[in-house]
């Protein structure tokens, strides 16, 4: 399964990359409540009701480009409470034959200035925006 959060564009300078992600990340939070309660409401629609705490984060990927996306996460109150973002990480394995992309749910939205990976918490939906 292919994974393709929407895609900042790069740009030369700087700082409008860093605006065009900040905005990016501004429009999935603005939201995340409404996509939270409508994925709740599709997996429950579909018996697979989560018991948990929920919410929608952004997804970051650093690589070559850097994406934003968003995911819901799920798991206890005090792991999600810590949830800011979900690191995505990818590697490829047997001369590329395999593509693995890792979501992780972690406690920082800048995975640039460290971060770490929040235990109990894991991703249940990966949402895509048409741009």
Same mark, same amino acid.
């Given at each position: 399964m292919?994974?393709a959060?929407?895609?900042?564009?790069? #740009?030369?300078?700087?700082?409008?990359?860093?605006?065009?992600?900040?905005?990016?990340?501004?429009?999935?939070?603005?939201?995340a409540?409404?996509?939270?309660?409508?994925?709740?409401?599709?997996?429950?629609?579909?018996?697979?009701?989560?018991?948990?705490?929920?919410?929608?984060?952004?997804?970051?990927?650093?690589g070559? #480009?850097?994406?934003?996306?968003?995911?819901?996460v799920?798991?206890?109150?005090?792991?999600?409470?810590?949830?800011q973002?979900?690191?995505?990480?990818?590697?490829a394995?047997?001369?590329?034959?395999?593509?693995?992309?890792?979501?992780?749910?972690?406690?920082?939205?800048?995975?640039?200035?460290?971060?770490k990976?929040?235990?109990?918490?894991?991703?249940?939906?990966?949402?895509?925006?048409?741009?």
């Amino acid at each position: 399964m292919a994974i393709a959060p929407f895609g900042i564009a790069r #740009a030369d300078n700087p700082l409008t990359q860093i605006l065009t992600g900040g905005a990016a990340i501004l429009g999935v939070r603005a939201v995340a409540g409404p996509l939270n309660n409508f994925i709740n409401t599709v997996m429950l629609a579909n018996h697979v009701g989560n018991q948990d705490k929920t919410k929608v984060v952004p997804i970051v990927t650093i690589g070559s #480009a850097t994406y934003v996306g968003a995911a819901q996460v799920s798991g206890p109150a005090n792991a999600v409470n810590n949830v800011q973002a979900v690191g995505s990480f990818a590697a490829a394995w047997n001369n590329n034959v395999w593509q693995v992309r890792a979501l992780v749910p972690v406690d920082r939205l800048n995975v640039l200035q460290g971060f770490k990976r929040v235990y109990g918490a894991g991703v249940d939906a990966v949402i895509n925006a048409k741009l």
